[in-house]
């Protein structure tokens, strides 16, 4: 997968795993990334998969309607890749967090859906429920902040507390942050991720 990873001034602090929006790259986050920890290690992905020209994490069928065969095959190599990074460039697998954008908060959000290890905790702006009707892994220890939109469109203040509430049920600690805007990425609400951040990790 094509990425980008810089590695940060201190070892101990979690690596960062950026996944950017539907036809956004590997740059996108990378000043978010530096306004969440400037000290941690960043590794930051680009999508493997086209939408007219638009990298994307996985195929989705129409807005808001996800290949969910794709979605389960591209989380696997998702998954698999984040394995073999830890393996290359030497950093500790288990202390990994997550930072997504829609598309990509929606892939990170299907890794904490389908594996109890994948990540240590994840920043979701903007996601959706990746999948129905499936049992989570017990996700005990896991810390996920959730950002989401009053107006937004594409993920309705439904979507976002039925993710919140999947998450808890699976024992995961989940704060939602919402901002009275649409599906955009605020400043404000990048600065709670923050605040959350410094909190917990």
């Known amino acids: 997968m094509k990425h980008i990873f810089n590695k940060g001034k201190d070892s ?29 290690s960043v590794l930051s992905v680009r999508g493997n998969v086209l939408e007219n020209g638009m990298p994307r994490f996985f195929r989705r069928l129409a807005e808001g309607v996800f290949d969910e065969e794709d979605l389960i095959f591209r989380t696997k190599e998702l998954y698999e890749f984040l394995d073999d990074s830890a393996s290359k460039y030497d950093f500790n697998r288990e202390n990994m967090i997550a930072i997504g954008y829609s598309n990509g908060a929606n892939i990170a959000a299907s890794l904490l859906f389908h594996y109890q290890n994948a990540l240590k905790g994840a920043i979701l702006h903007h996601p959706m429920v990746p999948r129905k009707g499936i049992v989570l892994p017990d996700l005990s220890g896991k810390s996920v902040f959730i950002a989401a939109g009053k107006n937004d469109p594409i993920c309705s203040p439904m979507e976002s ?34 605040h959350w951040y410094r909190r917990v990790f």
């Open 12 to 40: 101990t602090k979690p690596t960062l795993l950026l996944l950017h929006g539907t036809g956004g790259n590997e740059l996108d986050l990378l000043p978010i990334a530096g306004r969440i920890d400037d000290e941690a």
């Open 161 to 194: 507390t039925e993710l919140q509430s999947l998450f808890e049920k699976a024992n995961a600690k989940v704060e939602i942050h919402w901002e009275n805007r649409g599906h955009q990425l605020t400043v404000d609400e990048v600065e709670a991720a923050a």
